[in-house]
Each structure stands twice: as structure tokens, then as C-alpha cells.
């Protein structure tokens, strides 16, 4: 799925989602290709917000228009 320049494609290994859930909410941390105003361009970016399982696609849509960004970790 292509939301403006944010690609997400489940077959990709750079994308990806994790759910998390807190206060009785689900939420879904994603990790997506940011292709740049020319499309040319290959970024990981990361977005987060409210997940539903009823709605996945929809859910990471609306994420990746509207969600939260978030950094990238360190890994121990």
C-alpha cells in the first residue's frame, strides 16, 4: 500500500508492525519505505498509532497518514 510517499509492502523485509497493547487500547508501531517527494528515495520511517484488528490495512493507512513518528531503537 502507497500512502503519498510512505510504501508499505508486507513482502519487503524493511516493513514491518508491531502491536502493543496499553490502557485497553491496541496499538501498532510501523516501519516503512519513505520514497522522498521524487519517489527515487529509499528511507526506513517509523509511525505509530490505534490498530484494529477488524481493519488492518485500514488501520496502517490511517497510521502512516495521520500516526505518531517514532525513532529508531537501539538493539542490545
Known amino acids: 500500500m502507497e500512502v503519498n510517499q510512505l510504501l ?3 513482502r519487503d523485509p524493511i516493513c514491518f508492525y508491531i ?3 496499553s490502557a485497553g487500547r491496541l496499538y ?3 516501519q516503512c519505505i519513505d520514497r522522498g517527494m521524487d519517489l527515487k ?3 526506513r520511517a517509523r509511525y505509530w498509532g490505534e490498530y ?3 481493519d488492518p490495512d485500514g488501520s496502517i493507512r490511517l497510521i502512516l497518514t495521520h500516526g505518531g513518528k517514532w525513532p529508531g531503537l537501539p538493539l542490545d
Open 41 to 43: 528515495a529509499h528511507y
Open 8 to 10: 508499505y509492502d508486507p
Open 19 to 21: 502491536l502493543s497493547e
Open 28 to 30: 501498532a508501531f510501523v
Open 52 to 54: 484494529s484488528h477488524d
